[in-house]
């Protein structure tokens, strides 16, 4: 850093010196606006700085800026210097001083900063007005990242639980687990350390520890949870290349350290897309490209080696650009390439570095063909040795060389592999990938079928019967001869008819004193209200990615015709099976290959040939949280039905009508839901 701020400051110091011939120029720059005077006034926080031109300015100036040390340029075309000295010291606010510095008919402005600031510039009629405030990010001072800004609530917010884990892609996943969703987290990089503060959240006495998770294999090594005052501080130590991801779901809060495989070709590392350097400001005309590559390396701490076929001259100007995008633009000007080892990065032709890794290929073929080889075993634990053969051998992308050879030993299922140690460490890895423990998934399904049936029946039966006195003639019926009621006679035979059950009857009997007319009549009524459901839970577990299948009925037997005419018996199923394939997604999902089928026999509809059978199946893939539970499929049915008998013209008369028709209301729902409920029953690592 002291290498850039000498070489920046002998750029300033040059311009110094041009003060001394530009006395003469000025006489011949009649027409050009002047600087006649420079004022700067702190107010809060702002730093104001107030320039009076000759002539209003047309434009505002373009500027640009550098962070080490903390300055900012502006350049006047067509001016002069009129204030009679070239520096002057301020110390107002974050303003050390001042340099003006007039190059032929170019004035520039440089105010030497206490830190890094932005400033917004206006024009007012012949003054230039300046307001700078210090940056968001200053320098030298560790970026904080706030995750969520504090909720005011009545409560008091605490950690309730801190969880260790390592995920699949070998990271280390912190769970905090806060009493309250509200809470103001705030993330920065301290050093090498990551620090989570967590704003008015207290922690347990037992959580207040130091968890050592090395043995975890993660980039993490230890966990610290103190209580800083009124605050939870959370010191995270990792090793080696990393970057980290932060979120909260409802009162979990999780950051996850992921560990980072160094790209040789990246100038910064991490998963992170675009340019991630610190940036910086450039401005030089015609410099030497291997001389503008060293002020890069210096600035950046960087090793860079540069080929000796590098050279030339570029003019660059930037302002606040990344430093790997500001090498990026070089390289890609002058048609250089480069290649990164740890800190050190070596810049050449693009064509030289592809001529020496073609001669590095090749050597390293010929290395290949002329090395030793080397037989080692693999004991395979959780998948055949075979299928790894297989895996090795493949002619579409083969893994072991032209005299590598795999073979197996079924017994104790071992893997014996010969070949060029470079080769045995491809196969260590990949196998190390492959053989691991198939993780278990448990699915539950449940079948509801809920039915809901409603039915009204009223009917009538109604009779008369006349006896002349001699007796000798009877008409009608209703009553035999022992003086009781008879109905197998009567006139209008409309009674209820209902589904299920009996109906109520109320009978009623008119006759007149010589007992020689009666009139007999029955209404006969019934209303049913029935509710049911049926639950089918079948669950089965399998591994992941493998199928499985349960099932659990009966076998109706019915006879069969047989191709010489004899008869048989043969049997069908009638079960409950659920047939699934699960496969666990890299998120922790679960996507799932169903088959659901519920048969259940129908002995209303039973025939000589056989029982019939009612199926209910649905097939289908769906993708489900894990724990989580959706709905495959229903079907809704509803049966409405308003039956009428009667009698024609006496069924429509009024009042009496009803003695004359039959009515029946039929009202039945019926509903078929399925649910499946899967979850991942083998654990990673946890540690409490």
């Not at 009508?657 to 409920?677: A, H, P, Q, S």
Request: glycine share 8%; aromatic share 6%.
């Amino acid at each position: 850093m002291k290498q850039i701020r000498d070489y920046l400051l002998g750029l300033v110091a040059a311009g110094l010196l041009m003060v001394a011939t530009a006395s003469a120029q000025e006489a011949g720059s009649a027409g050009a606006n002047t600087i006649e005077s420079m004022n700067v006034v702190q107010q809060g926080s702002v730093l104001n700085v107030k320039l009076t031109f000759k002539e209003p300015l047309k434009a505002l100036p373009p500027a640009f800026s550098v962070a080490k040390p903390a300055r900012i340029a502006f350049d006047f075309a067509n001016t002069t210097n009129g204030l009679g000295k070239s520096s002057q010291t301020y110390n107002e606010g974050d303003l050390k001083s001042a340099n003006i510095v007039q190059a032929e008919d170019r004035t520039r402005l440089v105010l030497n900063l206490q830190k890094v600031m932005t400033y917004e510039a206006t024009i007012d009629g012949r003054n230039l007005l300046l307001a700078l405030v210090p940056s968001a990010a200053t320098q030298g001072a560790a970026v904080v990242e706030h995750f969520a800004r504090a909720q005011p609530t009545e409560t008091v917010n605490s950690v309730r639980d801190i969880v260790f884990r390592r995920g699949k892609g070998g990271e280390g996943r912190i769970t905090v687990d806060l009493s309250d969703a509200n809470a103001g987290i705030d993330i920065r990089q301290q050093g090498s350390n990551l620090v989570v503060d967590f704003a008015n959240v207290t922690v347990p006495g037992a959580l207040r520890k130091r968890l050592d998770v090395t043995d975890f294999g993660t980039p993490v090594l230890t966990v610290n949870t103190v209580q800083k005052g009124a605050n939870a501080r959370m010191t995270i130590t990792p090793n080696g290349l990393w970057e980290h991801n932060a979120y909260q779901s409802d009162n979990q809060f999780v950051i996850e350290v992921k560990p980072v495989i160094e790209n040789p070709n990246k100038l910064v590392q991490g998963s992170r897309g675009g340019y991630q350097g610190e940036k910086l400001s450039l401005n030089f005309q015609n410099v030497d490209v291997r001389r503008l590559l060293q002020v890069i390396g210096e600035f950046t701490g960087m090793n860079m080696v540069v080929s000796d076929s590098v050279g030339g001259a570029i003019t660059l100007i930037l302002k606040d650009v990344p430093w790997d995008q500001a090498l990026d633009i070089i390289m890609q000007q002058k048609g250089l390439d480069m290649r990164k080892n740890g800190n050190v990065i070596l810049i050449a032709p693009r064509e030289e570095i592809a001529t020496k890794e073609k001669l590095e290929f090749e050597s390293r073929i010929q290395i290949g063909d002329l090395e030793p080889l080397v037989t080692e075993s693999f004991q395979m634990n959780y998948i055949k040795a075979d299928a790894i053969q297989k895996l090795l051998a493949d002619p579409k992308q083969p893994l072991l060389s032209k005299r590598g050879s795999a073979v197996v030993e079924e017994r104790s299922n071992i893997l014996f592999v010969k070949d060029t140690p470079s080769r045995l460490d491809e196969v260590r890895v990949m196998i190390a990938k492959v053989d691991i423990a198939a993780r278990q998934v448990m699915i539950e399904a449940r079948i509801v079928e809920a039915g809901d049936s409603f039915s009204k029946n009223l009917g009538v039966r109604l009779g008369w019967r006349q006896t002349f006195p001699d007796g000798a003639v009877t008409v009608g019926g209703g009553q035999n001869f022992s003086g009781q009621l008879d109905m197998s006679g009567t006139q209008v035979n409309l009674p209820a008819t209902p589904r299920t059950g009996s109906p109520g009857t109320l009978s009623f009997l008119l006759f007149n004193n010589a007992l020689t007319q009666f009139l007999t009549a029955e209404i006969s009524a019934l209303e049913a209200d029935g509710r049911g459901k049926v639950i089918s839970s079948p669950r089965v577990m399998t591994a992941n990615q493998v199928e499985a299948i349960i099932e659990q009925g009966v076998e109706i037997p019915y006879q069969q015709a047989t191709s010489s005419g004899a008869t048989s018996v043969s049997f069908r199923k009638a079960n409950l099976s659920l047939k699934v394939t699960p496969q666990i997604t890299p998120d922790g999902k679960i996507a799932m290959k169903l088959d659901v089928n519920k048969d259940t026999p129908n002995t209303r509809l039973s025939t000589g040939a056989g029982v019939a059978i009612d199926t209910k199946h649905v097939k289908t893939e769906v993708l489900v949280e894990n724990g989580g539970t959706v709905v495959i499929g229903g079907i809704y049915t509803q049966e409405t039905r308003n039956n009428t008998t009667r009698i024609p013209f006496f069924g429509d008369l009024p009042y009496i009508g009803f003695l004359f028709k039959n009515r029946e209301i039929i009202d039945d729902k019926t509903e078929l839901l399925v649910f499946i409920t899967p979850r991942i029953v083998a654990e990673n690592l946890a540690v409490r």
